[in-house]
């Protein structure tokens, strides 16, 4: 037989579990919404023995360029004609500590203008990367992801750019996605 009493005792636990069950919903939608952490920042390690070299060249009054990839070869355009034994050659070579899994994207800055000893001057393109322009790292920190990275080297005639040394600096920028 069913009560008055027991009609309101079912519906008052009735509302007693829904209240609960919003309650519940509440507190878990409210534990999600907390503000992420800021990722753990990035460190970037370059080392100037580690910079990009084009080694030893001559060329004829056309010019050409002067190609380092990523991989450590070199290649040459136009009239340049590469020196060989001896003559160091290299991409450069930059270091990235970060957290395990972290998606970083590599932007080059503009062409560089490198000087010479002789007061001629070469304009120099930053080239591509042996991790491309987006990787992730996968690495544990402190350990390091080594990042290659090449260049064009655009070589005009004997007089716009006589024999010499030639220096200058570039700007990559790794943006952590």
Not at 16 to 45: D, E, N, T
Not at 68 to 81: A, E, I, K, L, M
Not at 97 to 113: F, K, Q, S, Y
């Amino acid at each position: 037989m069913i009560t008055l009493h027991g009609i309101i005792q079912q519906l008052y636990r009735q509302r007693l579990f829904v209240c609960m069950s919003f309650f519940f919903l509440c507190s878990f939608s409210s534990l999600q919404a907390q503000p992420q952490q800021p990722p753990r920042p990035i460190i970037i390690y370059t080392n100037p023995a580690q910079g990009l070299f084009f080694g030893a060249f001559y060329h004829g009054a056309a010019g050409g360029t002067v190609i380092v990839y990523p991989d450590g070869s070199r290649s040459t355009t136009g009239d340049v004609v590469q020196l060989g034994l001896g003559h160091l050659f290299s991409p450069a070579i930059i270091e990235v500590e970060a957290p395990l899994g972290t998606r970083l994207g590599i932007l080059n800055g503009m062409d560089a203008v490198l000087s010479g000893s002789n007061g001629g001057t070469m304009t120099m393109e930053v080239g591509s990367s042996n991790v491309g322009s987006h990787f992730v790292t996968t690495v544990v920190a402190p350990g390091r992801t080594q990042v290659r990275v090449g260049g064009i080297l655009y070589v005009g005639n004997i007089l716009a750019n006589p024999p010499g040394a030639y220096s200058g600096m570039f700007q990559i920028t790794f943006v952590q996605e």
